[in-house]
Nanobody, 127 residues
Framework: QVQLVESGGGLVQAGGSLRLSCAAS????????MGWFRQAPGKEREFVAA????????RYADSVKGRFTISRDNAKGTVYLQMNNLKPEDTAVYYC????????????????????WGQGTQVTVSS
């Protein structure tokens, strides 16, 4: 079992930045494919960014491409989502997710492929 805990959310003005963290604990030996998702009120959870188990490949939703960056610090067992030039439409609860049931180079963008989820952190962007 792997436990994921997100942090770093908050209230920020449009154009501002936040960095979300996702700390993993438990059975963290071995590598995991990681993803960030978000869910706005009244909407379905949607893909934001993903990182392969190798750490060498990333993918982003079109809506955040060029503004968000996913990265990991293996020594700290933490994955980050750097969010720049935030917009009001980025307002949502952000969740990190992990799985090791994919190949080393795979990018996982679908919810059902992830086995472990954090509790979420609220990001609110004011206009």
């Amino acid at each position: 079992q792997v436990q994921l805990v997100e942090s770093g959310g908050g209230l920020v003005q449009a154009g501002g930045s936040l960095r979300l963290s996702c700390a993993a604990s438990g059975r963290t030996s071995g590598s995991y494919a990681m993803g960030w998702f978000r869910q706005a009120p009244g909407k379905e959870r949607e893909f934001v960014a993903a990182l392969s188990r190798s750490g060498g490949s990333t993918r982003y939703a079109d809506s955040v491409k060029g503004r968000f960056t996913i990265s990991r610090d293996n020594a700290k067992g933490t994955v980050y989502l750097q969010m720049n030039n935030l917009k009001p439409e980025d307002t949502a609860v952000y969740y990190c997710a992990a799985t090791d049931r994919v190949s080393y180079l795979a990018i996982v963008t679908t919810i059902y492929q992830y086995d472990y989820w954090g509790q979420g952190t609220q990001v609110t962007v004011s206009s």
